[in-house]
């Protein structure tokens, strides 16, 4: 299986700062996505990348950006917080067998 | 715009019962995925379904794909407390690589 890791469990930040949340996989994968869970609202795709430095907008993608330097590290860019951005923040990778999503441990962020 | 809906959202059920959750999408898709999460946690694969009529098993779960009918179900044999979750269903659109995820199915098991 694919480990996913996430830079931060819990993470609180103030109105306007910027925020970086990282993730990395323990593999050779090409794609990897960023998704926020919300209640009621289930999963959004926020923005994905499917190779070094390609990437592609989700379904929710405003007052957000990404980078994707090295194949087993994409970051998720929040320019300047903003309070509806607090949510959980997950970040998962494919395995291209299968197309099966393997998630990290989630980054539950609040903005303050 | 590929939808997916689950029924039921909530589910409470006692220990020993049988029950089935439902999973619909609108866009011809052949490839569906169950994940579990747990309160707090992050979302475990459970089954990939990859083709008309797949079935998979795992230990009480039991899981189907009617690509025709568009419809995906989970059943659960014989329900256990350790069973309690939130059970998604996710399909992928035909394109691939973007995953339309349900609401989710909050599920109780009660001693």
Known sequence: ?112 | ELKVEQNPLFLSMQEGKNYTIYCNYSTTSDRLYWYRQDPGKSLESLFVLLSNGAVKQEGRLMASLDTKARLSTLHITAAVHDLSATYFCAVDIPSGSRLTFGEGTQLTVNP
């Open chain 1, 1 to 112: 299986d694919v480990k996913v890791t996430q830079s931060s469990r819990y993470l609180v930040k103030r109105t306007g700062e910027k925020v970086f949340l990282e993730c990395v996989q323990d593999m050779d994968h090409e794609n990897m996505f960023w998704y926020r869970q919300d209640p009621g609202l289930g999963l959004r795709l926020i923005y994905f990348s499917y190779d070094v430095k390609m990437k592609e907008k989700g379904d929710i993608p405003e007052g957000y950006s990404v980078s994707r330097e090295k194949k087993e590290r994409f970051s998720l860019i929040l320019e300047s917080a903003s309070t509806n951005q607090t949510s959980m923040y997950l970040c998962a990778v494919e395995r291209e067998q299968t197309y099966e999503q393997y998630f990290g441990p989630g980054t539950r962020l609040t903005v303050t």
